[in-house]
């Protein structure tokens, strides 16, 4: 076993979010001709990326992606990581580049030269804050185990892989490839479900998963249900405690808990005054737990620092920190 | 004298903003180097912008320009009107014309073929929420007497121009064809100061300017004293009301008036829970002053819609509405 040097290394897609106020109607007209599912993501080609972002009102562009938005939050917490993600050599690719690396993460991933562009996310936000996400992956989805730097791995306490990324067949190889050598090296593998539907499409390789190499779990109310198609939350609580070492589990206002052999540790919510957009919320709780967890604090304060992060975020716009997270250690010791 | 379709048609710079938190000791490292005025608009060579960028923390990319602004902020109080400002054919290109295009507004100029890339500000949030910009013209300075529709100028009651403009040449020429254009329809030509230095570089022709062509003013208190070399706002005001028929003059915190005819009007500031970004404020003054005018609405109305519009923007990162404007409507009767 090496003495790791980073805190965490995550793999995931490599997005440009484009932000946008929306209306119920605009959804529910939408909704009658595309397959869009509000709350949750859906996988759309660049045809149907460019028509909808026609009809959408002004953007904002900000760098995304799920298990980027973590290293993003990992790293206002003063943590150190780095990022595996496909980007293309274009202005996006640019941005999302510049983004990451300018928060201090390593980010080395060769960036596609021939083929689709950078991936983007088209995000609808409705005036109850929730957020619907249209994706085009776009050279996200050319993420192969070529591009999984064992090293790096290697040097990292846990592996943090994004759900999403089983999308393509591709890159979920990627996401085994970097499993195991973070298992060789004798550290953690963590995952995050990412959303139901996400479950919904890979139920069988999730479980498998679950069962056999993951370490660390994140998921939330909805997603942990599906993933073992339980109608109650305790029931899949219960099921999830005996497949690994520990389970993040969030449940949007009435708070989170980590379940570790055969212990339940709850954390209440932190109160939001406003509720602006709830992109982010899941990625930013993971950024807390995370940081606390490879900085050797207990599940407790670990969660405690997630929720703190996940408040900040959904109070506004973007799924990035805009405060500073270090400020938050303070307030949770 | 034709009867007027349009409430405004704007003539300004294309950019696409890139906003960045920092900090007073990053402000004043740059300082050491390089040509930057905190609160104010420097212009940078397409080196220095990527130099300054890589230097800078993550950013979020939005539409923004001057008088693009305004047109943002007309649109959501519900008015008609149009733009006229030079992107090029690339990806930010797309951005900036999607963003306008998509608030009801038309903007047909034609983009640059072949040329520098779409202009860009950067940027620099500092914690007290002021912004200092770095702008790249790009595309933007490449606007020309060519790209002036004179039907599209004639349909509009009131032709608005942005100061800004003047730091290029054919920019410059492309703004007097505008008021020329304005003026011989029978309608208004507005003008905005932009900044202190932009006062500076080009006073001599902005006081014949306000002398001879422009019908409505925007400036804020630093500019008009530096128009007109004065110490005291009040010598300031006495020198513009004899100058030009209508003078819109903001104070910040100290509120704003409307000097026309020998009689002033004033408005109190808003309250502002939070000041995020400072950003556009004066653009969306001026959205709300002229929303109001082209309705008929008396002085002191408009000016208040202003004043609300200007103290939404300042609460939220970025320079347009977050909010619809058409709420104002009804507080303001």
Redesign the interface.
Known sequence: MSEPTLGVVAVGNALVDVIS?TTEEFLAEQKKDFDMEKGAMTLIDEYRATEL??F????????GGSAANTM?GLASFGGKGALIAKVAE???GE?FQ???R??GLQFDTQPLAVGPATGSCLILVTPDAERTMNTYLGASSELSPNDIDKELIASAQVTYLEGYLFDREQAKQAFSVAAEAAHNAGHRVALTLSDPFCVDRHRHDFLGLVENHVDILFANEDEIKSLYMQESFDDAKSAVSDNCEIAVLTRGEKGALVVSKGKETFVESEKVEKVVDTTGAGDQLAAGFLYGFTEGMDLEKSLRLGVMAAAEVIS???P?P?ASYADFLKKAA
Do not use: C, F, N, Q
């Not at 959408?56 to 760098?63: A, Q």
């Open positions: 106020h972002y026609s959408m009102g002004p953007g904002i562009e900000t760098s993003a274009d202005k996006l941005v510049h983004d990451i300018s928060l506004h716009m973007g990035r805009e």
